[in-house]
């Protein structure tokens, strides 16, 4: 904390208890921060003077943020607000508060971390609303909508449909071929798209069907069809409606929604994608498909090489992140960057403040958040030592942050899921196992990362206050540069520097990011295909000699090198090594350059040349006279023993020499001067 932070803490009408003294020497704090019990109310005149002079604030308090806000700018003249904590359900309304000042500084100094958001992108909707559906309720919903928004139905079936009275919603029947986009830039394409016929009496008649597909473009789609949604989690895209139409509370919250979709939308673009470190394909060949299979709304595309990123479609889960073995995806909202220096606050001061065996709690900012408060009100609320931890969402969580978080000194992770995410959860089991997996065999105990997917707060309650108390592990804040590798590299070396069981290599489940490629020496011709499809540089090649050579630490496993090689003779074996030989470049194999025999440059190698002749002995080509001489001669020689090998066109004999006109002319005025008839002709 810097010391020019002024610190108010509230006991909150003394419904909890505050150790000043505590939580001033583990923020090194001068002196002990004043402690006051009604900050939002009979004592808000405390914040004047701080916020008049520009000072910096920290408000141990959320509950009433609005109130606090408004006295602070008042106060202020400024914009410039005071970071705002929640030390009240998170440590103090807990059996354990009297014991919580570490877990309250610690709260207190991660509050005080600045992070830098992510950039936004702007979705801009007119209110260009199209329903779908196969009966009246669509008729309806757009009857109610058209006082408020520029509406269109249209039916995918038309059997006896009410028409509307009058009509000032077109009402259009078609079949969807295809649809697309998002809030502000949705395209449906129809085919047999057809008009109401104003004249329908009974039920409603179209008119002649439109010549070719048609795209009805909108701004909102609310799709009242009751088939199978046009988009994969539909829920999770903007300006998308979806509502059975046989449930009524499903429609009408469909329709309140829609009211609010006009005018101008900022979201964050939560992932940056970083083309050059993609390895999705080379040469047409495909290879890591992991972001393109954990996306849940088809938000990622492949592109060539790597894929795209939609940051209109993206909803923000973060998985392609957390999945990415590069680095390629990254997350920001926040950076991991970011995250790890919450945490490093979080954890270094609960040290600091004599706390031990932290567990992390991670949860979502919405339900997570509750979960607690829940148990905070009505139960034994938090473990002194379980220390809660907001993100954005779990499922961004990926195996450098879950490693870094223990390197910090967390003895145990708990993410807290509500079950009703149960299905967007495979990414971050995956990375858990990874983990556990690397901190079991190194003697750190087994599962000491674990998912709670409970929403039930006593249940989540009785689990926390039941968790074995795990040694804790040395703690390393180092500082994390934020790129994927790195930030990995650095937990492990760390987890084994102080690891119980230190091991030379920790064997990994099939698909970690890290490992061995293993190359069969006698399938192998060193042609090296799989070093320039290798989108890591972890194969490379020996200009000076025919050789094939790897660096494990920068492989991801991708299987590029596994899909490219003609002979088929590499396997990968994901493995991590921990004597630090992974960041040396090792020979995978070797071989003595192979010398043309006509003029002793060295080309290919003895072994795929020796092949290749034993290949083609029996070759209608190489069967005449040096015929397999030239298969052991270099690109130039081959050219001259082939022309060398090709009849002489000077031993045909003496060839006649070419005559001209001056020749003939000549020859004709001798015969002329001697008189010879015949060569006058
Ligand atoms: S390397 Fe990363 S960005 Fe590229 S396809 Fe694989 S997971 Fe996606
Ligand atoms: S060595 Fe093979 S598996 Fe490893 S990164 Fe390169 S292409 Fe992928």
């Keep these: 904390m810097t010391k020019t932070q002024t610190l108010f803490l509230c006991t909150c009408d003394n419904s909890q208890k505050i150790d000043a003294k505590a939580i001033g020497k583990a923020l090194d704090l001068d002196t002990s921060p004043k402690i006051y019990e009604q900050l939002c109310r009979s004592q808000i005149e405390a914040l004047n003077s701080t916020a008049a002079a520009g000072q910096q604030a920290t408000i141990c308090c959320t509950q009433e943020i609005p109130v606090l806000l408004e006295a602070w700018a008042e106060a202020s003249g400024d914009d410039t607000a005071p970071h705002f904590v929640n030390i009240r359900e998170n440590a103090g309304w807990s059996e354990d508060g009297p014991k919580s000042s570490a877990k309250m500084a610690a709260l207190i100094g991660e509050a005080q971390v600045n992070v830098s958001g992510s950039t936004n992108v702007t979705l801009h909707s007119d209110g260009r609303t199209l329903i779908l559906g196969n009966d009246d309720t669509a008729i309806e919903a757009a009857k109610r909508l058209a006082q408020h928004l520029d509406v269109t139905v249209l039916l995918t079936r038309a059997d006896e449909i009410l028409p509307p009275a009058i009509g000032n919603v077109p009402v259009l029947l078609g079949k969807i071929t295809t649809a697309s986009g998002y809030l502000g830039k949705f395209a449906v394409n129809v085919d047999g798209l057809r008009t109401l016929d104003p004249s329908s009496r009974g039920s409603a008649q179209f008119g002649s069907v439109a010549k070719g597909p048609t795209c009805l473009d909108a701004d909102i789609l609310i799709d009242l069809r009751g088939t199978p949604a046009l988009f994969p989690a539909p829920e999770k895209r903007d300006g998308y409606l979806y509502a059975e139409p046989g449930n009524p509370a499903a429609v009408e919250r469909a329709l309140f929604d829609a009211l609010n979709l006009l005018g101008e939308f900022e979201k964050p673009h939560y992932v940056l994608h970083t083309a050059t470190q993609c390895a999705h394909s ?213 987890l084994h520097a102080a690891a119980p069981t230190p091991q030379d290599r920790v064997s990994l489940p099939v698909g970690a990011p890290f490992g061995e490629v293993i190359v069969d020496g006698h399938a192998c011709t060193l042609c090296l295909a799989c070093t320039s499809a290798c989108p890591t540089g972890a194969l490379k090649s020996n200009p000076e000699r025919p050789e094939l050579r790897f660096r494990e630490a920068a492989c991801v496993q991708c299987g590029l090198c596994l899909k490219t090689c003609p002979e088929k003779a590499i396997t990968l074996s994901p493995s991590i090594d921990f004597t630090g030989k992974a960041r040396n470049l090792t020979t995978l194999k070797s071989e003595q350059p192979f010398e043309c025999i006509r003029c002793g440059k060295p080309f290919g190698t003895k072994a795929s040349i020796e092949r290749m002749a034993e290949k083609l002995k029996n070759h209608s080509m190489f069967s005449g006279p040096g015929g397999m001489d030239r298969l052991r001669m270099c690109e130039d020689c081959r050219v001259f023993a082939m022309a060398d090998a090709r009849p002489d066109p000077f031993t045909s004999g003496t060839r006649p020499i070419t005559r001209t006109t001056d020749d003939y002319l000549r020859e004709r005025e001798a015969a002329t001067s001697k008189n010879d008839p015949e060569k006058l002709n």
């Design 282 to 494: 080379r040469n047409s060949i495909v290879a890591c498909t992991r972001c393109l299979d954990a996306c849940p709304t088809s938000a990622i595309q492949p592109a060539g090489d790597h894929v795209t990123i939609d940051p209109y479609i993206c909803a923000g889960c973060g998985e392609c992140s957390a999945v990415c073995p590069t680095g390629a995806n990254s997350y920001q909202y926040p950076s991991v960057k970011g995250v790890m220096a919450r945490a490093r606050a979080l954890l270094s001061t609960f040290q600091k403040g004599g706390g031990s065996a932290p567990v992390l709690l991670i949860t979502n900012p919405t339900d997570g958040v509750e979960t607690i408060a829940m148990m905070a009100r009505y139960g034994r609320g938090l473990p002194a030592r379980v220390l809660p931890f907001t993100l954005n969402t779990i499922t961004s969580v990926g195996l450098d942050t879950l490693l870094s978080l223990i390197a910090y000194g967390a003895s145990r992770i708990v993410l807290l899921a509500n079950p009703a995410q149960a299905s967007e959860l495979s990414v971050l089991h995956q990375q858990i196992e990874y983990a556990n997996a690397i901190l079991h065999a190194l003697g750190y105990g087994k599962d000491r990362i674990t998912v709670l997917e409970e929403a039930d707060p006593s249940m989540v309650e009785n689990i926390l206050w039941s968790l074995p108390k795990d040694p804790a592990t040395p703690a390393n804040y180092f500082t994390c540069a934020g790129e994927k590798r790195e930030t990995l590299s650095q937990a492990l070396i760390h």
